[in-house]
C-alpha cells in the first residue's frame, strides 16, 4: 500500500474516541473528511514505529494482500510528524476474545 504524507492526521480525518488500545498502538474512531465514511484509525506513535517498522510494514503488506469478507480490509496509511497511521474498515460488536469467552459452546 503507497504511504500518504500529512501534516497532521486531523487534515484528513475527524478523529473520535477510542476503541481500544495494544501493546505499541491506539485505534480511534476517525471520519474521512472527503468522504465523511467511519473509519477505525490505528495510530503508532513515530518512536515506537521507527523501532517496530519492519513489524507495523509487515502487518501493511499482509492487510493489503488480503481481500476476505471475514478480515478487515485496509484503506490506506498514513504518515505524519507524530504518527504511522493504518486506516482500516471499522468492525463492530466488540472484541473477540469477549465473544469466544461468553459462549459456552461452538459446534
Known amino acids: 500500500?503507497?504511504?500518504r504524507e500529512a501534516g497532521d492526521i486531523s487534515d484528513l480525518y475527524k478523529v473520535?474516541?477510542?476503541l481500544g488500545s495494544g501493546g505499541?498502538?491506539?485505534?480511534?474512531?476517525?471520519?474521512?473528511k472527503d468522504d465523511e465514511k467511519e473509519?477505525?484509525?490505528?495510530?503508532?506513535?513515530m518512536s515506537v514505529f521507527k523501532k517496530n517498522q519492519v513489524q507495523s510494514e509487515k502487518e501493511v503488506?499482509?492487510?493489503a494482500s488480503l481481500d476476505h469478507s471475514g478480515i478487515v480490509k485496509l484503506k490506506?496509511?498514513?504518515k505524519t510528524k507524530r504518527y504511522f497511521v493504518i486506516v482500516m474498515e471499522i468492525l463492530?460488536?466488540?472484541e473477540l476474545f469477549d465473544r469466544?469467552?461468553?459462549?459456552?459452546?461452538?459446534d
Open 24 to 32: 505499541f498502538s491506539v485505534v480511534k474512531e476517525g471520519f474521512g
Open 92 to 94: 463492530k460488536g466488540g
Open 16 to 18: 473520535g474516541k477510542e
Open 61 to 63: 503488506e499482509i492487510l
Open 1 to 3: 500500500a503507497a504511504v
Open 39 to 45: 473509519w477505525a484509525l490505528k495510530l503508532i506513535q
Open 76 to 78: 490506506e496509511v498514513i
Open 100 to 106: 469466544i469467552v461468553q459462549r459456552e459452546k461452538y
